[in-house]
């Protein structure tokens, strides 16, 4: 497993930021696991990043042609601590953090034996190994009951189908677990000595009951596991309350700082994208993606095509999920060769072109809409003329048509979307694939001009109990993308052309 760390450094990379002489108080210190790696950064009362108090640690999943996806929880704690020492090591910085947040990539699972040590791997959201546990529990259980009671589907990056797995095929670690976890509470429970589950970590194993926020007992039944195996669960205004004392010896900055329980990182990429409600659609493109809005309020039924997860008793993100946008590109750029003197992005902003092929970019199976977790990609329409241009086209449109299945979905429930915000790597990595987005959506599209925008997330949410009345700062956006009418006829083809393909190879 690689690691790479990269040495702190000024956010000169934008103007969103405030020296910390002028910062406000109380600070933040904000966590952020994802796929490609381990970030930390402070940030002040108003949500803005303190500069020069970053750091990062790249990473990157074991996987398998098996479906194996895995990581390290002990590398990743390793991480996270070697972070906080750096960032954190300034003196100045005594008596200003106020809390410390965390929030990591979802549906992670960690088994911890007597010891509160890991006897497994960290299984990631990506790990496709329990299709047929997966397929033994859609026949056992009522999946639409099971959908209005957790806001999940079954599917294999969900946990009912892999604690089943690990029951059957690991039958020893199975009954060495004492406990079950998510990746952050492993965090927590190696560096603070105890381990909560953030609501919004809860939600995303599926095995939460969106409704009354606790441990939903026939999913736990069907998978053969107790409730007490797994952390008691903490809303997002809750701090943990049992820290030991060993923390603010390590972290002197952090004498007196609150630790909330960890939570699910496309809850901070949307708050911390701008998305606070129902107005604003915000299109998360990193390594995977999502389109998800927050409402202020919980549904009475969740579309077949979509999730909905708690975040607290009154709030909820309603949405759906891609497993592969960045790790698209990625494939395009390990793979595909272009045309001399030509770039990804040049493929993304040239015009659209009759023959494209078409392409369904499950490379990793799928998610929303259709909750096909052992899909794979297809790529269809090629001829003997089609360039790696051609291909490289195609997966951008079949990506921007994904992300159109599950809008078209969330309209329905939420409605009256006004705005749509982008973030994430692969929107910075590839700005084009902003307007093939617009031209799919039919909307205006403004991508967010800053990074990190998880990390602010993380802080925001944490400062709604930290300090409440500061006003937020508002980060930068670029212009909109218009949806460029005379291309309307095009994508709208590739939209069909996409459902029949995915109704004969990936529905049947």
């Not at 390793?78 to 008596?95: H, N, R, S, Y």
């Not at 493109?285 to 999730?307: M, Q």
Request: contains cysteine; negative net charge; aromatic residues 6%.
């Amino acid at each position: 497993m690689s690691q790479h760390t990269t040495p702190p450094r000024p956010d000169d990379s934008t103007s969103f930021a405030v020296d910390l002489a002028e910062a406000v108080d109380p600070l933040v210190m904000a966590l952020d696991v994802g796929s490609t790696g381990s970030r930390g950064g402070l940030h002040d009362a108003t949500g803005t990043p303190v500069r020069g108090y970053r750091h990062k640690i790249e990473h990157e999943f074991s996987t398998g042609a098996d479906g194996t996806s895995v990581i390290d929880p002990d590398q990743v704690t390793e991480e996270l601590a070697g972070i906080l020492d750096l960032v954190l090591a300034d003196p100045a910085l005594a008596g200003r953090v106020a809390g410390v947040a965390l929030d990591t990539f979802a549906s992670s699972l960690v088994g911890v034996g007597d010891d509160d040590e890991a006897i497994t791997p960290c299984f990631t959201y990506a790990d496709s190994r329990c299709a047929e546990q997966l397929a033994a529990l859609r026949a056992e259980l009522d999946e639409p009951s099971t959908l209005q009671r957790t806001g999940t589907r079954l599917h294999t990056s969900y946990l009912a189908p892999r604690l089943r797995w690990i029951r059957e095929t690991d039958p020893r670690t199975w009954e060495r677990a004492r406990r079950w976890m998510s990746l952050g509470e492993y965090v927590h429970l190696r560096l603070l000595g105890t381990a909560h589950a953030g609501t919004a970590t809860a939600a995303w194993t599926g095995l939460l009951d969106r409704r009354t926020g606790r441990w939903d007992e026939p999913l736990l039944l069907a998978c053969g596991l107790d409730a007490e195996q797994l952390s008691p669960v903490l809303d997002p205004h809750e701090p943990i309350p049992d820290v030991t004392d060993s923390v603010a010896p390590r972290w002197p900055a952090l004498e007196g700082a609150h630790w909330f329980a960890p939570v699910a990182d496309g809850l901070s990429a949307n708050l911390g994208s701008g998305g606070a409600d129902a107005s604003t659609l915000v299109v998360s493109a990193a390594t995977s993606g999502a389109a998800r809005v927050l409402l202020h309020e919980i549904p009475e039924r969740v579309p077949s095509g979509l999730w909905c997860y708690r975040v607290d008793a009154r709030r909820c993100l309603l949405g759906g999920a891609l497993n592969d946008v960045g790790r698209a590109i990625s494939w395009l750029g390990s793979t595909v060769r272009l045309p001399e003197d030509t770039t990804l992005e040049d493929v993304a902003v040239a015009d659209v072109a009759e023959g494209t092929p078409v392409v369904l970019p499950f490379f990793t199976g799928e998610r929303s809409t259709g909750w096909a977790g052992g899909a794979r990609a297809v790529l269809a329409d090629v001829t003997a003329a089609a360039t790696g241009a051609d291909l490289a086209r195609g997966v951008l449109e079949g990506v921007a048509a994904s992300y159109a299945r599950v809008a078209d979905e969330l309209e329905d429930v939420a409605g009256g979307v006004e705005h749509v915000v982008a973030s994430g790597s692969a929107s910075q990595d590839v700005p084009g694939l902003m307007q093939i987005l617009a031209d799919t959506l039919g909307k205006p599209v403004a991508r967010a001009e800053f990074k990190r925008a998880t990390l602010r997330g993380t802080a925001l949410l944490a400062l709604e109990t930290l300090a409440p009345d500061v006003e937020r700062a508002r980060p930068p956006y670029g212009p909109e993308r218009a949806p460029e009418p005379e291309r309307a006829g095009h994508y709208a083809a590739v939209r069909a052309r996409f459902e029949e393909l995915y109704g004969a190879v990936v529905a049947s």
